[in-house]
């Protein structure tokens, strides 16, 4: 009987076109679009900033001064400059802030002569500091120029440049590039997947019950020879699988935009999206996944047949949003990791266990504990949607 | 058969419902001491105002709701003991049931019938039998969505005797529903009766009422006022007409 409910509720569910949206579409939409749109618009961005000519005014009363000769000597490839020569400062505000020049600098009359003497030389730099393009490039140029006055120093003081640096230091990693980046980016697997998943319950759920009570086909449901837990049990299972289908779209969604689509062009991070996509990996994740939206399921179901209409529900289910969603956000803390406290915190549990399984780091006690708390969790969720679907003010409208 | 015996309902107030009720009372009661039978092969009709608890009553019966006191007894099964044991033999619709909308009709009679279980052999037999006799071949496959009011009682009609049940309970079937639907469902009641169903329905169209009913019980306030066979009622009417006798017995009460 529980299957003859949770196939209708399912047809009824695949009919519904605002399920088919939260649960197929924008699950595995939304991420090939945000990364393909954030990397497209970056590049285009960063390649207009490389070949825009920069428009630098060098303000002294020497035109052939040091500094200005090594400013000019730096070659296009650190960006393509012109450089203006003025004597004075006159107008300069007006000019950097109507972007005819985007940066000058004020060159002391005094430069040539402290650099022969070994001083030290106060260049002012004019520039607009949201232009945060110009100021990356002022920068690379000004590194260049340091490089050339501190090597030609050295040289005149017949001097080794290992003076200045008296420790050359250099790191041994044992991490794996996998651990690296499943513990950085980590987090961002658990972050999708319970937003999805979350998402993906909540409509079926509002449909199956709000909806029903609206629609008046609850009472009639009612008056069969068929138990309420086995009613009960046939619609949970049509939100679970929709969560499921959600939170595992998203995932899809994000593998085939960095896999299939290349959206991102970093060989390091390919390297552990191959590495992560073992059949170990997936099973862990459904086997964290399964509690997780019948957890999602039972807080919802109170909620929803409680309500009186679908807006209603939408506005209750709203705040307990925010409460799942605020643990996921731990996932991008870096000192937070699964240990025998942490793993028994649902929601958080599962946010810090995929941190590891990503990385490939997980123990396999502290899985079983986190699985074992969801899975009691859920239980007591279960129990809860239960008692509050034998109420009879709440199933009757 | 259905026999009921002292039956009492009172529903738990939320603090919103007392503060708008103007009461400290937890509970409302709806439906007090109230005892009535219905033979098989008759028509009970079940009478009163809005709010006068029938809805509540038909609704115990259906097993939708349990009484706070008192026994329900579907065809000799007690409904509070064996509940689903009393719904096999159950129909039930209301002139406001709810149909699925994303579903075909066909969809929905299987549906009901499996919940029913109705073995595959007597449903199609079923089916073809109802769908004839309500005429339902040209809409089958259709979306309830897209039926016209009239398609969807039908419908809901055919969902109710899937099944076929022993007792069939409605509750003001042809309310809201035009003329000719309306003409459908008391087809259908009057065809249970020759069936030998045993067969309730509540309703305040005293036409209705004179035309289909055999025995007939006036509940006010969630207590049964008057309970009679209709030629009883018919006999000793000390007004014109049917409705101005319902009206005289319901304001000696108040």
Known sequence: MIFTIFKKELKDTLRDRRTIIAMIVVP??????????????????????????????????????????????????????????????????????????????????????????????????????????????????????????LTQRFERLNLDTQLIEPIAEQYIDFSSEKEVIGKLAGGVLPYLFIIFGFIGCMYPAIDLFTGEKERKTLETLLTTPVPRWKILIGKMLVIVLSGIAAASFSLLGLFLGLRVFNLVDNPAIMTVIDGILTPTFILSLFVLLLPLTIFFAGIMIPATIYAKSFKEAQSVLTPVNFVVILPTFIGFLPNIELDYTTAFIPIVNIVLATKEIVAGTIDPILMIISFMTMVAVAALSVLFSYKRFGKESNIIS | MIQVENIRKEFELTKKQQKENNTTDKFALAV?????????????????????????????????????????????????????????????????????????????????????????????????????????????????GRLSTGMKQKVSIARTMIHDPDVVVFDEPTSGLDVITAENIIKLISDCKTQGKTVIFSSHIMSEVDLLCDDLAIIHKGTIIHRSSMQDFRDHMQTKNLTEEFIRIINENN
Do not use: W
């Open chain 2, 32 to 144: 007090e001491d109230v005892s009535f039978e219905c033979q098989p092969g008759r028509i009970f009709s079940l009478l009163g105002p809005n709010g006068a608890g029938k809805t509540t009553t038909l609704r115990m019966l259906a097993g939708i709701l349990k009484p706070s006191q008192g026994s329900i007894k579907i065809n000799g099964i007690d409904i509070q003991k064996q509940p689903n044991e009393a719904k096999k033999v159950i129909g039930f619709l209301t002139g406001s049931t709810g149909l699925y909308e994303r579903l075909t009709a066909n969809e929905i009679i299987a549906y009901f019938a499996k919940l029913y279980g109705v073995s595959d052999a007597d449903f199609e037999q079923r089916k073809e039998h109802l769908y004839t006799l309500l005429g339902m071949h040209d809409f089958q496959d259709q979306r309830i």
């Open chain 1, 28 to 149: 595995i939409l939304v991420f090939p679009l945000i990364i393909g749109l954030s990397t497209t618009v970056t590049k285009h961005f960063a390649e207009q900033q490389k070949e825009e000519v920069l428009k630098i005014a060098l303000i002294s009363d020497k035109t052939d001064n040091q500094f200005s000769q090594t400013l000019a000597s730096i070659p296009d490839t650190l960006g393509p400059k012109e450089l203006i020569f003025r004597e004075d400062t006159l107008g300069l505000r007006k000019d950097i802030n109507n972007d005819s020049i985007q940066l000058a600098f004020f060159i002391p009359t005094s430069f040539d002569d402290e650099q022969a003497e070994n001083k030290q030389s106060t260049v002012l730099i004019f520039h607009k500091g949201v232009n945060v393009g110009n100021k990356a490039r002022v920068q690379t140029y000004l590194s260049e120029i340091k490089n050339t006055f």
